[in-house]
């Protein structure tokens, strides 16, 4: 399709002044950095949530790190007599979070067209929804990391809403700053953060106006959720909390795979501050470019201080509307673009999408079938005599979380199932960089070795643990050499077996072995030429 | 050039033609007292009977076409004639071994120059589309096609489809057949000009506030406004997204049906486009011979009073009176209607429509594609591309529009027109729930001057009072030719008859007699007929 439409377009239709063209040269700057199996895990998941406007009946499905240009359509490329097309899985992912939000559903809903003039909006307007989001008034429960003084927060959730994404500019080079800002202590100043927290939308841009840019429309009309936060953060950790948590949430839902890095999973912030004793808050001023936890957090400190610095050198004036791009390399902020007066974005009620009308039943259907989310689970854990720290280790990964509750349906006891994880497994799929999904453990046989431990077929106390790799390789050659059929088995391509022989070694050595050694001797054994 | 046999015969030839271009043409046939038979159905059959072949057919119309070009200007694009050719060439191998050929084989279509085509430029009419060729078929294009259609060229319209004269096209502009001095209506002015001067067989338009039904009426031709949603419009290009509809020429009731019959139906690419269930209209057409005396017993005629009144030329009130007495000789129940909020329609046509498409036409911005003009900054590479590429009645609706939908004005303009919009709805509902259809002038006069009002464009709005509404309240209409302005020598008058929209037609069916416009075909030819004769 995107060859198609690259030959019917004349020559100069992804020309931009000053004579931008698509240059592949500068593409690999922008392509996945990922791994071939993640690859794979990102696409099942974006075809979720790609649908898109254009897309029930799509032609043009968004790959993130495909070739600028290359996954557009008439309808992205907003051509003269192109329509959208709302899917309906949007509808549904957008449900699905809002349920999850604890948020109350509009049974009727509409789509609205926000108009701006920006080389990224092909068709000079989004399609948003203004004035009647598909769901709004929620909350979203999360439990403060111990490191961070532990603590449970409720922040309330203003309203979701489905839009369409804009395309991307990508810039050649990075503009030059000069803006100092200098430590201050603000702890003179109370300050409040209006943090609207919000999944995607972020345009890629640099201050620095002089340099060409490109223009990537891959991206273009792929539909996303806007959700937007009450002003209930108060520190950047706090912001960066209930940003972890949202991610979860999507994933736990499997609307998103929750990348910030590809952008699956964007965030603004806007931050105003006030002084002691002052009712009103200041001037918002909104961040963009976080693409990642810590960036959120830390922007936020910065802009906090930035903005209390102002406040006590009586400079508050100089705090005005602006959008602020944070830059990771400098870890400031700087100003992106100023807003002159309210943009006036004449929303109106998009005329070529029919009304969104939601049925109870349509709606108890989808609530019946969500998975357990990351609070209630959270909750149950905690029931269940875990510890905070714990909790919230198991329950940050849906696949984890899944592993652990495999595991203790075996029988297997709670606590050591979890100190199984989050020890030495744990400290495996750090080591070899695999997913608890990867390795070859089942949750069965952790059962069963726990079982083992428990009923002292194998020491219970799992004492010094043997890393001296010689050692090791007596213990796995007598395993293999008292399991041929099993040797075979794995060698003709039973590669689960692995499994089998780490238990026989783990049993031999009283659960002794250090893991990640233990599974390096065994592999390299077990794949050896026999 | 067609033998007078396979002619499809003209009621009336148009008055320019015979005698300022046609004088020596031998294939006008004086006035005729039967309606106009169907192009396509006549030439299907001679084509399968293999008395003639799609080569001579298309040659002789691509002739024709040719010919008649230099005085109308309505194609801004002809297909060359080798395309043509072979297209047709195909069809005869496809009929000399027997096999099977498309519902529309062998029919010669124009396209409205709105209405995307992936082999020939589609500018709208305007500067800013300069050469554009979209790499895709429009929904309507490509049915017709696969269907054995034969896409000759694309026709001339007022730019992005706003106006009501083809003076507003940024290329050139299109006479009327009639009289050469005249415009041909707008904004399909193209369309109609080319249909009713036989430069093809029927006409794809599209009609926002009556841009096929009133340059059918100034032309002389049948214009057919479907229901909102019973043709998708992907690959329209959008002037008012609430209100465009892609609609049909022909030179005969039943070639506008086949028409439509062709391009309907839902699309996954139109979210607006209708699941209502396609009638097959060209079945239910009755050939005169086996009507009865009283055809039309039963159904029930409402005349929009509000219409025949003021500001509506005498002989446009007449001509459609005595069309509706004669509707009442032939069996129907005529009486007057009132929608006292008739007159409210063109305001409010004109806030919405213009809101639109001021958003419609963002896209026009020189980035993507189109004529652009180099700036030193982006903005003004948006201004400059679209000071140069759009004309002026666009730049004037867009900012109309931009205006209605401010922070502010919003509420007083674009909120209120919707307002008025579903009061229209409603008034039409109530109007068709006590009659099977409605009926009003297609305009409230008859073709003018080229250049009479181009420079007051209030009066060239006003001209619209007649075809807005029912485009706001998203209800199907037929336009055809009910008698002529001062006389045989005169323009050509049309009557607008308009029907319920689809969702209600199943309802009313269970009679033979549907209520449904285009359902009464040749039955409502007996109009023309009498109109001839008396």
């Given amino acids: 399709m995107a060859l198609t439409l690259l030959r019917g377009i004349h020559s100069n239709c992804f020309r931009l002044y000053p004579a931008v063209y698509v240059a592949r040269k500068h593409v690999r700057h922008f392509r996945v950095r990922s791994s071939q199996g993640q690859t794979a895990m990102q696409e099942k998941q974006q075809t979720q949530l790609k649908a898109s406007p254009k897309s029930e009946s799509a032609n043009c499905p968004y790959n993130y790190g495909a070739h600028p240009n290359t996954s557009v359509c008439p309808v992205c490329m907003g051509l003269p007599g192109a329509l959208p097309v709302l899917n309906s899985k949007v509808i549904e992912s957008a449900v699905k979070v809002g349920l999850a939000l604890n948020c109350k559903l509009s049974l009727s809903s509409k789509f609205d067209r926000k108009q701006y003039f920006y080389p990224d909006l092909p068709k000079g307007y989004q399609i948003s929804q203004f004035d009647i989001p598909i769901a709004a008034g929620g909350y979203l429960d999360v439990d403060l990391p111990v490191e961070f003084g532990g603590g449970h927060r409720k922040f309330g959730v203003t309203r979701v809403h489905m839009e369409e994404d804009a395309g991307k500019l990508l810039h050649t080079d990075n503009g030059s700053f000069s803006q100092e800002i200098k430590t201050f202590p603000y702890s003179s100043l109370s300050y409040q953060i209006y943090c609207a927290f919000i999944i995607t939308f972020t345009v890629l841009f640099t201050p620095n106006q002089d340099h060409h840019f490109h223009v990537d429309l891959n991206r273009a009309g792929v539909p996303l959720l806007e959700i937007v936060s009450e002003p209930d953060m108060r520190t950047g950790t706090e912001a960066a909390e209930y940003a972890a948590e949202l991610q979860r949430l999507v994933r736990y839902l499997g609307v998103s795979n929750g990348n910030m890095q590809e952008g699956s999973l964007r965030c603004d912030v806007n931050i105003s501050v006030r002084p002691h004793g002052q009712e009103e808050f200041g001037t918002k001023v909104e961040i963009k470019n976080l693409n990642s936890f810590s960036s959120v957090s830390r922007a936020i400190d910065y802009e906090i201080l930035r903005q209390a610095q102002l406040h006590s050198q009586g400079q508050a004036d100089q705090i005005v509307q602006e959008t602020r791009l944070w830059e990771e390399g400098a870890q400031k902020t700087f100003t992106m673009r100023k807003k002159e007066g309210l943009a006036d974005y004449r929303y109106f009620p998009e005329p070529d999408l029919p009304g969104v009308n939601l049925s109870e039943e349509y709606i108890s259907n989808i609530r019946d079938s969500l998975p357990e989310l990351p609070e209630t689970k959270r909750r149950r854990y905690e029931n269940m005599g875990l510890n905070m720290q714990d909790v919230l280790f198991l329950v940050n990964d849906i696949n984890v979380a899944a592993f652990f509750d495999a595991t203790i349906a075996t029988g297997a006891d709670v606590k050591l199932a979890a100190n199984w994880i989050m020890g030495d497994i744990a400290a495996y799929m750090n080591n070899e960089k695999l997913s608890i999904d990867d390795i070859k453990l089942t949750p069965q046989e952790l059962g069963e070795l726990i079982a083992s431990i428990k009923d002292g077929t194998i020491n219970g106390k799992i004492g010094k643990e043997i890393a001296d790799p010689s050692e090791i390789e007596k213990i796995v050659d007598k395993v293999l050499a008292n399991n041929p059929k099993q040797l075979e088995q794995y060698r003709g391509g039973k590669t689960k077996l692995q499994g089998f022989f780490a238990g026989q070694i783990m049993k031999e050595t009283k659960g002794k072995a250090n893991p990640a050694l233990l599974n390096k001797i065994l592999l390299e054994k077990l794949n050896a030429k026999p | ?534």
């Avoid at chain 2, 006549?42 to 076409?65: F, G, I, M, P, Y």
């Avoid at chain 2, 005169?490 to 033979?512: C, K, T, W, Y």
């Fill in chain 2, 1 to 534: 050039m067609l033998s007078s046999a396979e002619t499809p015969r003209l009621l009336r030839s148009p008055a320019a033609l015979t005698f300022k271009c046609l004088h020596t043409s031998p294939i006008l046939t004086p006035a005729s007292t039967s309606p106009s038979p169907s192009q396509i159905l006549t030439n299907r059959k001679a084509l399968l009977s293999r008395q003639t072949s799609a080569v001579d057919l298309a040659k002789s119309l691509l002739h024709r076409l040719r010919r008649y070009e230099p005085q109308l200007s309505s194609f801004l694009y002809v297909s060359p004639d080798d395309i043509v050719l072979k297209q047709a060439e195909e069809l005869d191998n496809r009929i000399k071994n027997n096999e099977e050929v498309g519902p529309l084989a062998g029919v010669f279509v124009g396209v409205k120059d709105n209405i995307c085509t992936r082999d020939m430029p589609s500018t709208a009419g305007s500067r800013i589309l300069e050469n554009y060729r979209p790499p895709f078929d429009a929904t309507a294009v490509r049915k017709l096609r696969e269907m054995g259609a034969i896409v000759v060229g694309k026709t001339n319209m007022d730019e992005f489809g706003m106006g009501s004269t083809t003076e507003g096209s940024a290329y050139q502009v299109t006479a009327n057949p009639w009289d050469l001095s005249r415009v041909p209506g707008g904004s399909s002015g193209g369309s109609a000009a080319a249909v009713s001067a036989r430069q093809c067989m029927v006409a794809l338009g599209s009609d926002t506030g009556g841009s096929v039904r009133q340059p059918a009426s100034f032309c002389g031709v049948v214009g057919l406004k479907p229901t909102y949603g019973r043709v998708s419009r992907y690959g329209l290009v959008a002037y008012a997204s609430s209100l465009d509809v892609i609609g049909c020429f022909g030179s005969s009731v039943a070639d506008a049906g086949i028409l439509l019959n062709a391009i309907s139906g839902f699309d996954n690419f139109d979210a607006t486009s209708s699941k209502q269930e396609v009638p097959d209209y060209a079945s239910q057409f009755v050939p005169l011979d086996y009507m009865e005396s009283k055809p039309l017993k039963g159904l029930r005629v409402g005349v929009i009073h509000e219409t025949l009144g003021n500001g509506v030329d005498s002989e446009v009130v007449s001509s459609v009176r005595s069309a509706v007495s004669h509707l009442e000789e032939l069996g129907c129940t005529v009486s007057e209607v009132s929608l006292p909020s008739f007159s409210l329609g063109l305001p409010a046509y004109y806030i919405l429509a213009s809101s639109e498409s001021s958003s419609n036409l963002s896209r026009y911005d020189g980035v993507r594609y189109g004529n652009q003009v180099f700036g030193e900054e982006l903005k003004s590479l948006y201004g400059d591309s679209r000071a140069e590429g759009l004309g002026s009645e666009v730049k004037m609706r867009i900012l109309m529009g931009t205006y209605a939908l401010s922070a502010g004005y919003y509420d007083a303009y674009y909120k209120r027109a919707q307002q008025v919009r579903t009061i229209i709805r409603n008034s039409f509902k109530d109007a068709l729930d006590k009659n099977d259809i409605l009926i009003s002038p297609a305009a409230p006069s008859v073709a003018y001057k080229i250049g009479e009002k181009k420079n007051d464009p209030l009066a060239m709005y006003a001209g619209d009072i007649m075809t807005v509404n029912v485009n706001l309240a998203g209800l199907p209409a037929l336009v055809l030719p009910c008698g002529f302005d001062g006389g045989s020598a005169g323009m050509p008058v049309g009557i607008q008859m308009i029907g319920a929209a689809f969702d209600e037609q199943h309802n009313l069916s269970r009679d033979v007699r549907s209520p449904c416009p285009w359902v009464l075909v040749e039955n409502l030819s007996f109009v023309r007929e009498r109109v001839t004769e008396s």
